[in-house]
């Protein structure tokens, strides 16, 4: 185990974070089709937005269109930015229509004959006027004008094939972006995926503390309990060696850790030292009765195999099923949970004891943790009074009021995001300051959904289709949380209004053929409205925020039309846009959570029942289960906490740490019946020997992470939250809830032969 120790090291010390926008796209998805086969021909969903804001007045002076200049120049030689897709004032792709005397031209908005240094106060209040000609208050100048726009799209490769690294990306936006061009004069804001990914990086980095925080706090509790240094440290080492193993596995399947996933590999630490403090009770409890350190050892692995077998596999199983959910990277995040929970076994299971048996105690420490056991025991004699058959009953009718409760307080949890701007990162970050400010003063800002209408090829003179188009618009412009809306048929309007002299009346689109295909070959120059052949065009949805909220209404308005209005020959296909990619992950989530719970209890029913080979365990460990992830969903229903890719795991997690402390409980409960006791008094000795653990593992626990309450990350935050509340939950449910059923099973449904307990058990 050493050497496999050394080796797995060697690989973990390589293991780097690593993001992907491609990776949070679901597979096989009706969106994420859409998306690739016209991410080249639409706005690209991986932009960056950054805007150059004066911190006094306005954009339009010699100093501060110098600085967009300059912003927009060390934009474009950025790696990984498609420079032709790069637009500001000062790029050439920003066009100006206008009627003249020789007919319609389509100029510039500043003239490449304009240089910086040239700018006159004439110059300014020209491209000034320009600018407001163009439709580009708004869009790259804020409406207030103190601020205007640089609009990049990214690449995930470059030339050479080369994945680009979103936190070195991060550290590159910084320096050579907002360093160099923010200063007492100017603002530099920045918002996109890869600002947002890496400044979740940039936080992801600091998880390191809080896990040393937590770790501290453990060990110390630990031995509070055990009053040996030697036992804290060992179940502490154990549990650290399967991370080592974790990190170093994940490294030779070829996968990085990804920002959103950097808590899953502590989440699985937490299941080790829960299972490491049942051994040490174990072993602790064994050697109190007088025994050696290794017949202690041996008596801990006979005694906690079974359960602790059970209760891994079962939280192995449960992030198994994540792979049901057809995203690359929750994929990666199950295959990452899965290999720690499997080493588990090896580490806290066999590892553990083996060690411990090396140990020495003296005779005194045997009286000490009698005396010790003896007095936390006499609090749980209280607990234990539950199994007695009346308090039972009173006990499952608070247990079922307290279910009713949590499944109708939950039934409006939202599937996404409940935040705007970023939601793993807090309020004022610098990320979600920079987006309200730009959704505040600009129509266009970092949540947008596009709408694509397929039509045949050579389809440019197909009025119809722009008719439909048309109407299509007019019906989502009333639609809640439709910020702005950019479309073919808008610029079709525009256009035909500008070759006629400006006349509004003629903001309309063409019916007469020629002219149609005239304007739609003056569009197919604008980037991302068309395929030159006019069998795609497209309708950009700019949205307020990309709340779950927001994005489902808007999505269920599209279908609505979809499904309502027609025109042959004419498709409307969803969706592109970052938040058609967030439509399509929140829809993954909704589709495979219930499957996924499902295929969880089915593990969990089918290992007890063959273990035990009774329906009274069945229900026993799972009922109390069920109560407690309804509380979770009515929990993260009334803190805001949406269930997104970061959140799942928790709740898979929750599950897993919930059943370990039924599996324990049910284990002792089920060998006293094995030996012939009454059920009241096999419950009430199995509370005894192991609630202490149970409580202590919960509360220990519980305390080391809600230290990540204080994180600057929000996901961490509400992971954190989250995951002390239902440590909290499932034990209180374990100690009271689960022996409660056991009672009234037995009453209920009377054995009529011996208890079977597993052969290993009778040792």
């Keep these: 185990m050493a050497a496999i120790t050394a080796v797995m090291g060697w690989f973990a010390l390589q293991l780097r974070m ?19 086969q016209y991410r080249n021909d639409t706005l690209g969903a991986n932009r960056l937005n950054i805007v150059v804001k004066a911190r006094q007045g306005e954009i339009w002076t010699k100093a501060g269109l110098q600085r967009l200049y300059e912003v927009t120049q060390a934009v474009t030689f950025l790696p990984n930015v498609d420079r032709v897709g790069v637009q500001s004032l000062w790029t050439p792709n920003t066009f100006v229509n206008e009627i003249t005397e020789d007919g319609f031209r389509a ?22 006027a320009a600018a407001a000609q163009g439709g580009f208050v708004g869009t790259l100048v804020s409406r207030d004008q103190s601020s205007a726009m640089v609009v990049a799209e990214l690449s995930e490769t470059d030339k050479d094939g080369t994945h680009l690294d979103y936190v070195a990306y991060n550290r590159v936006l910084e320096e050579e972006i907002r360093a160099r061009f923010e200063d007492a004069g100017f603002e530099v ?13 940039a936080g992801a980095s600091a998880v390191l503390e809080f896990c040393l925080v937590a770790l501290l706090l453990t060990a110390l509790a630990v031995y509070w309990y055990c009053r040996s240094v030697p036992f804290t440290i060992l179940p502490i080492v154990c549990s650290l060696t399967s991370l080592v193993w974790q990190f170093g596995a994940v490294r030779l399947f070829g996968f990085g850790l990804d920002p959103l996933a950097v808590l899953v590999p502590f989440l699985v630490f937490a299941i080790g030292v829960s299972h490491g403090v049942q051994q040490i009770n174990f072993i602790v409890r064994e050697i109190s009765h007088g025994k050696t350190c290794l017949e202690a050892a041996r008596a801990s692995f006979t005694g906690l195999l079974i359960p602790g077998t059970l209760a891994l596999v079962t939280a192995f199983v449960s992030f198994v099923t994540l792979l049901l959910i057809p995203i690359p990277m929750v994929r990666e995040l199950a295959i990452t949970a899965a290999l720690g929970v499997g080493f588990k076994i090896v580490t806290n299971l066999l590892m553990l004891p083996i060690a411990a048996s090396f140990f020495r105690v003296d005779s005194g420490y045997a009286r000490d943790a009698m005396r010790q056991r003896e007095q936390r ?8 009074r539950l199994a007695q058959p009346k308090a039972a009953a009173w006990t499952l009718a608070v247990v079922a009021a307290v279910f009713v409760g949590a499944v109708w307080q939950s039934r409006d949890r939202v599937i996404g995001t409940l935040q705007p701007g970023a939601p793993e990162l807090r309020a004022d970050a610098r990320f979600n300051r920079d987006a309200v400010a730009i959704a505040g003063n600009y129509d266009t800002g970092l949540d947008w959904l596009t709408v694509v209408f397929e039509a045949a090829p050579d389809s440019c003179d197909n009025v119809n289709m722009g008719l439909f188009q048309d109407r299509f618009v007019w019906a989502m412009q009333p639609v809640a949380g439709v910020l702005s809306i950019s479309s073919f048929a808008g610029q079709l309007r525009l256009y035909n209004e500008g070759y006629n002299e400006g006349n509004p009346k003629m903001g309309v689109v063409p019916i007469d053929p020629g ?52 025109e042959p020959g004419v498709k409307i296909r969803l969706a592109s846009g970052n938040a058609g990619v967030l439509a399509a992950i929140n829809e993954e989530v909704e589709h495979s959570e219930l499957p996924m719970m499902l295929y969880v209890y089915a593990a969990i029913v089918l290992l007890v029942f063959a273990v035990y080979r ?27 906490i949406g269930l997104t890719v970061a959140t799942l795991p928790v709740m898979v997690l929750a599950v897993g740490i919930g059943v370990d402390y039924a599996f324990y409980i049910y284990n002792r409960l089920q060998l006293h019946l094995a030996h012939g006791q009454p059920v009241v008094k096999a419950v009430e000795h199995a509370i005894l020997e192991v609630g202490t653990a149970t409580i202590f593992t919960a509360i220990t626990l519980a305390i080391g992470v809600a230290t990540w309450a204080f994180s600057e990350l929000k996901f961490q935050a509400d992971m954190g939250k989250l995951l002390a509340f239902m440590f909290m939950v499932n034990m209180v449910m374990a100690m009271t809830a689960l022996p409660a059923f056991a009672v009234w099973l037995e009453r209920l449904f009377p054995r009529r032969s011996a208890v079977h307990a597993p052969g290993i058990l009778q040792h």
């Design 189 to 201: 804001q920045i918002i996109g995926f890869a600002k947002q990914i890496g400044d979740i990086a």
């Design 614 to 640: 009774d329906f009274r365990a069945v229900l026993a460990c799972c009922l109390p289960l069920t109560v407690g992830t309804f509380i979770g969903y009515w929990f993260m229903k009334e803190l805001e």
């Design 515 to 566: 002219n149609y295909a005239a304007l739609a070959t003056e569009i197919a120059r604008v980037r991302g409205m068309m395929r030159k052949d006019c069998s795609m065009t497209a309708v950009h949805l700019f949205l307020t925020d990309h709340k779950a909220t927001t994005i489902n209404g808007v999505i269920a308005a599209v279908k609505a039309f979809r499904d309502t209005q027609s």
């Design 107 to 128: 100029d510039p908005l500043i003239a490449g004959t304009v240089s910086p240094a040239q700018l006159t106060p004439e110059t300014i209040a020209g491209i000034r």
């Design 18 to 36: 690593e993001a992907g926008f491609d990776k949070q796209m679901p597979l096989h998805h009706e969106y994420t089709a859409t998306f690739q």
């Design 377 to 384: 025991a006499g609090w749980l004699r209280v607990v234990a």
